[in-house]
C-alpha cells in the first residue's frame, strides 16, 4: 500500500477547521498549549483573533469554551484525548454536557499509535468516558475524507461532540466525490455471510484489508464502519448480525466500555449474537514505533484476520 495516500486525522481536523473558519465567523479554536500538535495552529496563522492558547491548563480551557458557547459562538477545544477526556472529565461533564452547551471537543493523538509517547499519554479509555455522559455525541473517523466530514458535521450539529483523532498517518481509502457523512448512521463498506466485523477509527482500513485475507482463506466478511460510537446506529448492527450470525468488533481502545461495549449492549437486548471484541485487552500501553505497536497488540490487519478465524473456530 506504498503508493496509497496517507494522512493523519489530526492534520484533517485543523485543515477543516480552517475551511469552516473561512466561511463561519462565530467559530473560534481553543487550545492548550499544542497548537503545533494537535494541528490547530494553521487556523492560528489564518485567524489569530479567533484562537486562544489556554496553556498547561485544560480544565480552564474547558470552562472558557463552556462560557463562550453561551455567546452564540461555535467553540472547539483542542488537545490530548488524555488531556480532553481524562484531566478535564469533572469539567466536560458539568460545564459542557450538564447544561447541554454547544461545545466540540477535538481530541487528538487517541489509542496507542500515540506510539513513543508512551502509555501516560495513550488514551484508550476515552470512549468510555465520553459515552458516560448524557446527550454526548461521539465521532471516531477512519480516513481524511471521513474527518474533514465529520468536524463539518460537528460544527453543524446543535450539542457538545467529542471527535476523536490520531496522530499515525493512515491510508485515505473513502472516495471525497461519493462519500457522505451522517452523524448516527454507520456505512457498509463490504458485503459478507460468515461474519460481521464492525470498527472504527484507523481499524476500519485495517479490518478491510483483513477481510481481503479472510477471503482468500474462504471466509467471507461484512466490514462495517461505525463513526459514530454515540449515537450508534443500532439498526445497521442488528441487521449485520442476524444476517451473519457472528460479529467482531475493532478498536484502537480498550475493549471495555468503548465500540465493542455499546455494540455487546445493543446485541444483548436486541439479537444476542456470538461475539468477539478485539481492542486494548485491559491493559496500558508502551512506548514504541505507532506501528509496531498495533502489529503488538493484535490491532492490525494481520492480527485481526488471525483472531477473526480463531473465533470462527478456523
Known amino acids: ?41 494553521v487556523f492560528k496563522k489564518a485567524f489569530p483573533d479567533r484562537h486562544f492558547d489556554c496553556g498547561i491548563a485544560e480544565s480552564n480551557m474547558t470552562g472558557i469554551a463552556a462560557g463562550i458557547a453561551t455567546t452564540g459562538k461555535v467553540p472547539f477545544i483542542s488537545t490530548f484525548a488524555m488531556f480532553a477526556a481524562g484531566r478535564a472529565y469533572e469539567q466536560v461533564r458539568n460545564s459542557i ?42 465521532i471516531s473517523p477512519a480516513d481524511d475524507v471521513e474527518a474533514r466530514a465529520a468536524v463539518k458535521a460537528a460544527y453543524e450539529f446543535e450539542g457538545p461532540v467529542y471527535l476523536r483523532f490520531g496522530r499515525l498517518a493512515v491510508p485515505v481509502f473513502n472516495d471525497e466525490a461519493s462519500y457522505k457523512f451522517e452523524i448516527g448512521k454507520g456505512i457498509l463498506l463490504r458485503e459478507g455471510t460468515d461474519v460481521t466485523i464492525v470498527a472504527t477509527g484507523l481499524e476500519v482500513n485495517e479490518s478491510l484489508e483483513a477481510a481481503k485475507a479472510l477471503e482468500a482463506d474462504g471466509i467471507s466478511a ?37 465500540l465493542g461495549g455499546a455494540v455487546a449492549e445493543t446485541l444483548a437486548e436486541a439479537a444476542p449474537t456470538p461475539m468477539k471484541r478485539i481492542g486494548v485487552m485491559d491493559s496500558f500501553g508502551e512506548s514504541g514505533p505507532a506501528v509496531a505497536l498495533l502489529e503488538k497488540y493484535g490491532l492490525d490487519a494481520k492480527g485481526i484476520t488471525a483472531k477473526v478465524k480463531e473465533f470462527l473456530g478456523k
Open 97 to 138: 454536557g450538564y447544561p447541554h452547551l454547544n461545545v466540540k471537543i477535538g481530541a487528538t493523538h487517541a489509542g496507542i499509535s500515540v506510539g513513543e509517547d508512551g502509555a501516560t499519554h495513550q488514551c484508550n479509555e476515552d470512549i468510555a468516558l465520553m459515552r458516560t455522559i448524557p446527550g454526548m455525541t461521539i
Open 1 to 41: 500500500m506504498a503508493d496509497v495516500k496517507k494522512i493523519a486525522t489530526r492534520e484533517s481536523y485543523g485543515n477543516a477547521l480552517v475551511e469552516l473558519g473561512k466561511e463561519h465567523d462565530n467559530l473560534v479554536v481553543l487550545d492548550a498549549d499544542l497548537a503545533e500538535a494537535t494541528k490547530t495552529g
Open 222 to 258: 461484512e466490514v462495517i464502519n461505525i463513526h459514530t460510537i454515540k449515537p450508534l446506529d443500532t439498526e445497521l448492527i442488528i441487521k449485520s448480525a442476524k444476517k451473519t450470525g457472528k460479529v467482531v468488533t475493532v478498536e484502537e481502545h480498550s475493549i471495555i466500555g468503548g
